[in-house]
């Protein structure tokens, strides 16, 4: 490998390794020591449902209205236990 490539290789591990990185840098610690939380992703059918209670997720866990915190993008946010207790959940701005 020449050295521009090999240059140009390590830059995009960098880049990689610092773009997975930053998508956990704005979650409070409390909520998840910087590995519990994920963005909610619709298209692999984690659906959020408004409620009159707070927010029912696509297996039926409700998140009370009190609980829910504001998401610093457009995106619902979960923080969860391995045995699905919610830690932390985000609702983008707009939703009740």
Do not use: N
């Not at 390794?17 to 992703?41: I, K, N, T």
């Not at 297996?59 to 610093?72: C, E, H, N, Q």
Request: positive net charge; charged residues 20%; aromatic residues 8%.
């Amino acid at each position: 490998m020449s050295h521009r490539a090999t240059l140009r290789f390590v830059m995009a591990v960098l880049a990689s390794s610092a773009s997975g990185a930053m998508a956990h840098d704005w979650y409070p610690v409390a909520c998840c020591s910087q590995r519990d939380c994920r963005h909610l992703e619709e298209a692999k059918g984690e659906t959020v449902l408004e409620t009159s209670k707070g927010w029912q997720l696509w297996d039926g866990r409700i998140v009370p209205r009190g609980m829910a915190k504001l998401s610093p993008d457009p995106l619902f946010h979960l923080c969860e236990l391995s045995d699905k207790r919610i830690i932390c959940f985000f609702a983008p701005p707009g939703a009740s």
